[in-house]
């Protein structure tokens, strides 16, 4: 028998989001799609103050956990918010926050 704990699938849903959230860069991505449809990668790199290969690696954090997604238009890419991944991600953070009580200040 395994000593390791068993995680619900809600949990680890939960956990990856908030860890893809957990970037203030990666916060001013979501922000910048969430105002338009689409932006281009060069586009994104001419607004957010960081190297062009450090926004790279925001991207991907975020494309991993499902919140954006990226399409090839060469000869660049392409991303926007995943809607459906997003509804879902706001269902889980409602839902986690509503459950959540405390009993004290502590």
Known sequence: MSNQKKYTEEQEQIARIAKALSHPIRIAILQMLAQQECCYHGDMSEVIP???????????????????????????VRYCINQEN?????????????????????
């Open 50 to 76: 960081v190297a062009k290969s450090t926004l790279s690696q925001h991207l991907k954090e975020l494309k991993d956990a499902g919140l954006i997604q990226g399409e090839l238009e060469l000869p660049a």
């Open 86 to 106: 997003w509804k879902i991600a706001k269902t889980l953070f409602a839902t986690f926050f509503k459950d959540i009580h405390t009993k004290n200040n502590c």
